[in-house]
């Protein structure tokens, strides 16, 4: 039998007992992954995920951390991570078996998707690498807290292929932040080799990020234990980061869906199986006479009772009955229709840029646990349109800095640091560029509130410009709202005048839930108005009335919402009595007061400078005309941006496509006439 005779636990500082609990927890999450593969055979659990194999680098590694303020990402194979790190064995069939009372998701998630608040877990979904951003922002909020904590993430050596790998490495090396990454190298990402996944040496690339990597035999517990207590000293002296890669096997195919006789030989599986980390540590500990027959048989005996009891009473408990709850953390209720326009509150009277400028001074002044990050938006700079100015000289380093060019990283490193109790609002320069972070705004951001079965939000506020009419042609112009107001758990908002600025602003910080605060670029200098003064809250999901009138509802948001108003009195003096209505909140909407409207004029036109298709005009039309259709003298008309990419840069070409006054005059007409 091949086990370390080089270290000994003593020389580690782990004691006798310490010793024989890891080997005893390596046991019982083997135990355990034997029995989940025999119900799923048996029909009793749909799907497993094993961890065999992989003991000796998920339990080892716990050993070397402080369970009391540590926190810990472990990934769907983790189970060793888990059950050290204080899961029950009967929390781990309890997902096996999809049951209410599953802690990690209440019969939500596939089994193996750790989460839990108390044991500062945080909930994982099934995206590969996406948790080493969230990892980062935790690791953020640590070290902006002055706390003595560290981070450890896990995941296998297929998820360092991922851009968000690559970009957690970075953002933890440049923050120095006390973080490990332990990576657990099996040989395969499924069926892929590592040959075929990685480059060179996984390893090494911790130097690129400015920090020690360490290579380890994932099947040798000690030796684990030896190189996490290196990494949790660098980490905890304020050091910085570390890589652990540790070489291992795993014994089961993939997940009870895979057949892994496809891609690697019997002969490969049986190398490894005399490498077996349990059976290494068991040898270790009858060596130094730790383990005695007598103590053996009791601590088998301990794991299967433990076992017996956990499946009878997992499998026993209730399924879950309530699909429809813990979207948001927050549900907001519409409320009563508005029916008239808000009174013009009173304030000195700025433009919509230097209204979002003083309303993050504001939010940052009011709310301590504020903070403000994105590309540019620190110090002298400020941001590239200005909005964060002075924030950085204001409120402190801390509180408002740069991030690297690395939108994924902006949005994921947001969700670590809002789950771990900041509010977070993350600026991203143009809404054009927040395609690399849609995988962290909606499986990750908008999905944690109902994945963890509501016990775990994230409050952060993403603020960005968007839009055309600036000539900032394809890459500059876009209109996203569609995108993310699809999304159950994201909320989406839509200021237009320097009040609503503010008042959006302050509610959509208050809100536990992720907000996508998108700021009409167009109207940054052109919209002017009161800025108020004190306290001032326009709730989410409730629209304003801009402009009364009794022959057609114009639905609008944004600029679009300016130009209806330009358009209001020039319809008027043709005779047309325009209802203008600002959304404001795309998401939640603000039916009644739409509702409302629309039973009054009986016309409804919808502009907005998005594309027409599937647009989020088509979701207004498609209410209107289901629930007022009887009230309707006319079909529910869009005026939207034809099937372009939005935005070509010539003046005239723009001009083409870009809704103007003069256009939602023309369609008012052609609907009035109807
Ligand atoms: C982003 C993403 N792409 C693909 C998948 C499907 N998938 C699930 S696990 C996996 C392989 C992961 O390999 P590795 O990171 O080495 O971990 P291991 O399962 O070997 O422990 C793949 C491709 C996924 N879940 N997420």
Not at 131 to 147: N, S
Request: glycine share 8%; with cysteine; hydrophobic share 40%.
């Amino acid at each position: 039998m091949d086990f370390d005779r080089n270290l000994h636990h003593q020389d580690l500082g782990l004691d006798d007992d310490q010793v024989v609990d890891m080997y005893r927890l390596m046991l019982m999450a083997r135990r355990v992954d034997d029995r989940l593969f025999a119900l799923q055979r048996q029909g009793r659990a749909p799907f497993v995920v094993g961890s065999s194999g992989h003991e000796a680098v998920q339990v080892a590694s716990v050993f070397a951390l402080d369970k009391a303020k540590d926190w810990v990402l472990p990934y769907y194979r983790d189970m060793g991570v888990a059950l050290a790190w204080g899961f029950k064995p009967v929390d781990v069939f309890l997902a096996a078996f999809a049951k209410k009372s599953d802690p990690m998701s209440g019969g939500r998630q596939l089994p193996g998707h750790w989460s839990d608040p108390e044991l500062r877990v945080l909930t994982q979904s099934s995206v590969i690498g996406t948790q080493y951003l969230h990892a980062v922002g935790i690791a953020q909020a640590v070290k902006t807290r002055g706390e003595d904590a560290v981070v450890v993430v896990y995941g296998g050596e297929g998820s360092t292929s991922e851009g968000d790998w690559h970009e957690a490495m970075n953002w933890a090396g440049i923050h120095k932040l006390p973080l490990i990454f332990v990576i657990e190298n099996n040989g395969y990402a499924i069926s892929v080799p590592h040959s075929e996944e990685v480059a060179g040496s996984l390893t090494a690339r911790a130097a690129g990020y400015g920090f020690p990597g360490v290579e380890v035999d994932g099947n040798r517990s000690l030796r684990v234990f030896k190189v996490m207590q290196e990494a949790v000293t660098r980490a905890r002296s304020g050091e910085g980061p570390t890589l652990v890669e540790a070489e291992t096997y795993r014994y089961y195919a993939h997940t009870s869906d895979d057949n892994d006789a496809l891609y690697r030989s019997r002969e490969e599986v049986e190398t490894w199986r005399k490498r077996d980390p349990v059976a290494r540590l068991r040898q270790y500990l009858i060596e130094h006479r730790l383990l005695s027959e007598a103590r053996e048989d009791s601590i088998d005996t301990e794991v299967a009772r433990a076992l017996a009891e956990a499946v009878e009473s997992a499998e026993a408990a209730p399924d879950p009955d309530e699909a429809l709850s813990r979207v948001y953390a927050r549900v907001i209720e519409p409320g009563p229709a508005a029916t008239e326009p808000e009174p013009v509150p009173s304030g000195e009277s700025v433009n919509l840029i230097t209204a979002i400028n003083m309303a993050l001074h504001e939010v940052l002044e009011a709310y301590p646990d504020a903070v403000v990050f994105g590309e540019d938006v620190a110090r002298e700079k400020g941001g590239v349109f200005k909005a964060t100015q002075s924030l950085t000289q204001t409120f402190g380093p801390a509180r408002c800095f740069n991030t690297p060019l690395a939108e994924s990283s902006i949005i994921g490193a947001a969700v670590g640091m809002a789950a771990a109790g900041f509010r977070v609002i993350p600026e991203i320069q143009f809404a054009d560029y927040i395609h690399p972070a849609f995988d962290q705004l909606v499986s990750e951001a908008a999905r944690i509130c109902y994945r963890s079965d509501g016990r775990w939000n994230v409050p952060i506020v993403v603020r960005t410009p968007y839009g055309a009419g600036i000539h900032g042609a394809l890459y500059h112009s876009q209109s996203i709202e569609s995108f993310y107001a699809h999304i159950p758990g994201l909320k989406v908002v839509v200021p237009s005048t320097p009040a609503d600025v503010k008042g959006l602003l302050f509610s959509a910080v208050d809100d536990p839930d992720p907000v996508i605060y998108l700021e009409p670029k167009k109207l940054y200098r052109l919209a002017k108005g009161p800025y108020p003064e004190g306290e001032h809250l326009v709730p989410l999901g409730r629209a304003a009335i801009t402009h009364p009138g009794t022959d057609l509802t114009i639905l609008a948001y944004g600029a679009m919402a300016y130009f209806a108003l330009e358009a209001a009195p020039v319809l008027e003096g043709l005779g047309i009595s325009p209802e203008v209505i600002d959304l404001r909140s795309l998401k939640p909407l603000d039916w009644p007061t739409i509702e409302e409207s629309v039973k009054k004029t009986s016309r409804a036109l919808i502009v907005h400078e998005d594309n027409e298709f599937v647009g989020y005009g088509a979701e207004l039309a498609a209410q209107i005309a289901d629930k007022t259709f009887e009230w309707l003298d006319a079909p529910v008309r869009r005026y939207a941006l034809p099937d372009v990419p939005i935005m070509p840069y010539a003046g005239p070409l723009e001009a083409q496509l870009y809704p103007t006054p003069e256009g939602i005059v023309r369609h008012a007409q052609e609907l009035a006439k109807y």
